[in-house]
């Protein structure tokens, strides 16, 4: 209030941006939240698929935690590890959204399917192939092999369980080859104060912090690499226009990969205004910890 009343609004606005900015603040926030599955301000329901015991859970995900709705036996892609060719026969490992709810297929697929968003931005940037990765059902007529050609597939009846307890449009899918790793407070906590450092860098056309954020490895879905995107971005942090940049309805989730790295999919909506731009729509990160910082592997 002293702030407001003394040196105004625009001064409230960057304290209230310097909070975000700190960790502890985020550490405090996160005390009584359980984030072992990722942390989500927009999903609702969260699939944990692991490859290796064949099981796919369902949780809800509510101010109480993650409730367990139901799990199920699965059977995936005949080959072992990660996707990275078509026809390889493996099933992707990452996060996904389910993109669409397909009917009328061949009768081998069950009663239906819903499609998964692989390949994303990162395995894109990856040069990962394939597409047509389905949760999807057993044949209605007839038998099969105890395995697919990439997707994960379940006996129909549970199938319909699942759809009935989700949302598609606010559930996420997360694949792992093996259990999957608990998401601790302090990753969730480093990377919400890293967005919005990175975000006010961003902002104030800081460039040298803003590229801070990114790893030298970096590449997008179309394979630009860093230093391409570092000397557009230069470009046009030169301008050093005036930007607003509004970021909510965060989803922080667990990233499983086959490169051994400790990955997060970020995906938020982004409002973003300037003399030249205004975008509103889905901003997606794909990032690393490692050595206690955020570093961006994929952006789209």
């Not at 809800?60 to 409730?67: A, R």
């Not at 239906?112 to 209605?140: E, Q, R």
């Not at 942090?237 to 309805?249: H, Q, S, Y």
């Amino acid at each position: 209030m002293d702030i407001y009343r003394i040196e105004g609004i625009k001064a409230v606005e960057q304290e209230l941006e310097k909070n975000l900015r700190d960790i502890d603040f985020w550490k405090k926030y996160l005390e009584k939240k359980n984030v072992e599955y990722g942390y989500y301000e927009y999903n609702k329901y969260i699939i944990v698929a692991q490859k290796e015991n064949k099981e796919l859970s369902l949780f809800e995900n509510s101010e109480d935690g993650y409730k367990l709705i139901t799990k199920e036996k699965m059977i995936i892609g005949e080959n072992l590890g990660d996707k990275f060719l078509e026809g390889d026969k493996r099933t992707p490992e990452g996060s996904y959204d389910l993109v669409q709810k397909r009917v009328g297929l061949d009768q081998f697929y069950g009663p239906f399917a819903l499609v998964t968003s692989y390949p994303n931005s990162f395995d894109k940037s990856l040069n990962k192939k394939g597409h047509g990765i389905w949760i999807h059902g057993m044949p209605l007529d007839g038998e099969r092999e105890n395995y697919t050609q990439g997707c994960l597939a379940l006996d129909n009846d549970r199938l319909k369980v699942l759809d009935s307890n989700i949302n598609l449009n606010k559930t996420v899918l997360i694949t792992s080859h093996d259990e999957l790793k608990k998401t601790t407070k302090e990753d969730i906590a480093l990377i919400l104060s890293s967005i919005y450092k990175w975000k006010d860098a961003w902002k104030y056309s800081n460039i040298n912090e803003y590229l801070s954020f990114y790893s030298r490895d970096f590449k997008r879905a179309d394979r630009t690499d860093f230093n391409t995107f570092s000397a557009q971005k230069r470009q046009i942090f030169a301008k050093n226009e005036d930007k607003t940049i509004n970021l909510f309805n965060i989803d922080i989730s667990p990233y499983p990969n086959s490169l051994n790295k400790n990955m997060y999919r970020i995906l938020m909506d982004e409002e973003y205004t300037s003399p030249s731009v205004k975008f509103y729509g889905k901003k997606e990160l794909f990032v690393e910890i490692a050595n206690n910082q955020l570093q961006i592997l994929t952006e789209d």
